[in-house]
């Protein structure tokens, strides 16, 4: 079975700080995601990755940026981090033709 | 750009009964995917359902049927014989074929399964 790993379930930084969010899949899938989710708007794509090294924004890059060094691990970083990023990061991973796996989510407050 | 509606923010049921959640959709594409993904409380997304647009037949999993209506681009998802375990947020959401692997989600639906 396929396994996604968000590195925290819950996370509280403060205003400026710059946050890493890990997440590591198991099943050496080219295709890695990071989604924003929030109340009333759904799941919104930040940045996606589909090789190592490689990345392309979603529709809300701004604020965030990628890294991805390895192919099982695809990190979102918030360089500054203001309230409004306050929200559940989601991380999905794929193989070509197969729909998406999820992890169970990263809810992040920012103080 | 896709687009993906959903108009009922929360829906219940009784235990047992049938319930239908609606998906509409926007795309100037004529084949892609569309899915149902189910979110418990425990926050993990799970598929649902999958169906191809280019296959007429409508997809069904157990319990879980939807109503695929290419024309007028609806995705309705029907649960049959509902369960406490049903409860939960479920999102549609689209994907091209080709090209970029991004999926466009919905607003979601929460449904509640009334004992």
């Known amino acids: 079975d396929v396994k996604v790993t968000q590195s925290s379930r819950y996370l509280v930084k403060r205003t400026g700080e710059k946050v890493f969010l890990e997440c590591v899949q198991d099943m050496d899938h080219e295709n890695m995601f990071w989604y924003r989710q929030d109340p009333g708007l759904g799941l919104r794509l930040i940045y996606f990755s589909y090789d190592v090294k490689m990345k392309e924004k979603g529709d809300i890059p701004e604020g965030y940026s990628v890294s991805r060094e390895k192919k099982e691990r695809f990190s979102l970083i918030l360089e500054s981090a203001s309230t409004n990023q306050t929200s559940m990061y989601l991380c999905?991973?794929?193989?070509?033709?197969?729909?998406?796996?999820f992890g169970d989510g990263t809810r992040l407050s920012i103080l | 750009a896709q687009t993906v509606t959903q108009s009922q923010p929360e829906m219940s049921v009784q235990e047992a009964e049938t319930v239908t959640l609606s998906c509409t959709y926007d795309t100037s594409e004529s084949d892609y995917y569309l899915f149902w993904y189910k979110q418990p409380p425990s926050r993990q997304m799970i598929l649902v359902i999958r169906q191809e647009a280019y296959k007429q037949q409508n997809a069904t999993e157990n319990r879980f049927s939807v109503n695929f209506q290419k024309a007028a681009k609806s995705f309705s998802l029907k649960i049959s014989d509902s369960q406490l375990g049903d409860a939960a947020m479920y999102f549609c959401a689209y994907r091209r074929i080709f090209g970029n692997e991004k999926l466009t989600f919905g607003t979601g639906t929460r449904l509640t399964i009334i004992p």
């Open positions: 999905a991973s794929r193989i070509q033709g197969q729909p998406q796996h």
